[in-house]
């Protein structure tokens, strides 16, 4: 079993923040603060995989009062140098057990995080843990990609996904175990290649829209809304990712 820990270190603490740019700009943030807002209904909100606060921190700010669970200590320690713990509490732990309180209205989970978790039955701990925390009728928001398996051509096992100056994205897929392992190749472009490149990779369990309301359901959750996205456009079969609203029953 991977340690997601030693994924989520100092290094990737210290480089996860792009201030401005791609998950951290304006127009990603807003429009997934506005909706979280909505949801929370004046109550508490908890993230699960709070991360460095990229949503936590502007929720917070706009007026939510918000708690995490997070993993990873690197991660924490770089939220410390942003917000202290009493303005946004974080206990450290697995997101499937870890205890955070109770009483929450809203309770979420963004940018992919629960293909984190590599099996079926972590996922569906995750949703039980989530509705541990929640008030009768709260809501659990869930954003996550659609798996792009229709861009698999026939007998090969990987896609090209980012190809651009100084970055290759490769996801290689095991279709059997529903399992896909992004490889993060970055380079100097500049360069004549006699350098090597720096490679990272990150596993997860890509879960099918389907499979996830049937997730929610054994957790004691009813889908209330699909969005493509948190702007709430509407999700089409062409749909590459959806923002999914569980209320619990």
């Not at 202290?84 to 450290?92: C, F, R």
């Not at 090969?156 to 095991?174: F, I, K, P, R």
Request: one cysteine or more.
């Amino acid at each position: 079993m991977i340690d997601q820990s030693r994924l989520w270190d100092e290094h990737a603490a210290a480089t996860y923040d792009t201030p401005g740019e791609g998950m951290f700009a304006a127009e990603v943030l807003e429009p997934t603060v506005a909706l979280l807002s909505e949801l929370a209904a004046g109550g508490r909100a908890l993230e699960l995989a709070i991360g460095t606060g990229r949503v936590a921190i502007p929720l917070r700010e706009a007026g939510v009062e918000v708690a995490g669970i997070e993993l990873s200590k690197a991660m924490i320690d770089r939220l410390r140098e942003k917000v202290d713990a009493a303005t946004i509490p974080v206990v450290q732990g697995d997101m499937t057990t870890a205890t955070a309180g109770e009483g929450f209205t809203l309770a979420y989970l963004v940018f992919n995080t629960i293909s984190n978790l590599l099996t079926q039955e972590q996922q569906v701990e995750c949703f039980r843990n989530a509705a541990r925390h929640l008030a009768p009728g709260g809501r659990f928001v869930v954003e996550l990609w659609v798996p792009q398996l229709r861009s698999l051509a026939p007998g090969h096992g990987g896609t090209v996904e980012v190809s651009e100056s100084g970055y290759l994205l490769v996801d290689t897929y095991d279709t059997l175990a529903q399992l896909v392992v992004s490889h993060h190749v970055r380079f100097d472009p500049q360069v004549d290649g006699s350098r090597e490149a720096q490679l990272a990779r990150t596993p997860h369990r890509y879960v099918w829209p389907a499979e996830l309301d049937l997730m929610a359901q054994l957790a004691g959750f009813e889908l209330e809304h699909r969005y493509a996205g948190f702007d709430r456009a509407e999700f089409t079969a062409e749909s590459r990712s959806h923002v999914s609203v569980y209320r619990r029953a």
